[in-house]
């Protein structure tokens, strides 16, 4: 038995779609300038944490609850472009894994991993190693400032989040 195989083809090309669309709301809220790399630099210095006392108490007595409320807020507003409206969840994978890495002194890295997260969605100047050292030098003051820098763009939406 001889079987012929059709082939079939299509009589239209796909048609091109939108280009990728970068959503979210402002991400220089505070009008830094940018520098020649088109980096700028980030809204509040890492010693401004205490101008945000609420957040910086919590980051020094429960450091687990604020990096996975940072973490979720970014994810959400990196994945739906909007503010996630619960505010971040304070029981997240991420709060489980800072808490169990805290008791061995390792929390500092997921902190680093998330402030480089935050500095690339942001465009803001950096690296990892000045990443590493405010998280492991001084852990609530990194917190608050990453937790300060994506309140920023939550404000921008107009709504209080």
């Known amino acids: 038995m001889a079987y012929q195989q059709q082939q079939q083809y ?3 090309q796909p048609m091109p779609t939108m280009g990728m669309q970068v959503n979210g709301g402002n991400r220089n809220a505070a009008g830094k300038p940018l520098n ?3 980096k700028r630099d ?3 210095g890492l010693c401004g944490c205490f101008e945000s006392c609420g957040t910086f108490c919590f980051a020094c ?3 687990c609850i604020v990096h996975g409320k ?3 807020r970014l994810s959400y507003l990196t994945e739906h472009g909007q503010p996630d409206h619960d505010g971040g969840s304070c029981c997240s994978g991420s709060c489980f894994a ?3 890495l805290s008791s061995c002194g390792l929390s500092g890295f997921l902190q680093c991993s998330n402030r480089g997260d935050t500095r ?3 465009g803001i100047d950096g690296g990892g190693c000045g990443d590493c050292c405010a998280a492991f030098c001084c852990a609530p003051c990194d917190l ?3 937790s300060r820098e994506i309140e920023l763009e939550e404000k921008s939406f107009g709504q209080r989040y």
């Open 10 to 12: 299509q009589s239209q």
């Open 36 to 38: 020649s790399n088109g």
């Open 42 to 44: 980030w809204s509040h």
């Open 61 to 63: 007595f429960c450091p």
């Open 70 to 72: 940072n973490k979720q």
């Open 98 to 100: 800072h808490c169990l």
């Open 120 to 122: 690339s969605r942001y």
């Open 144 to 146: 608050t400032q990453v």
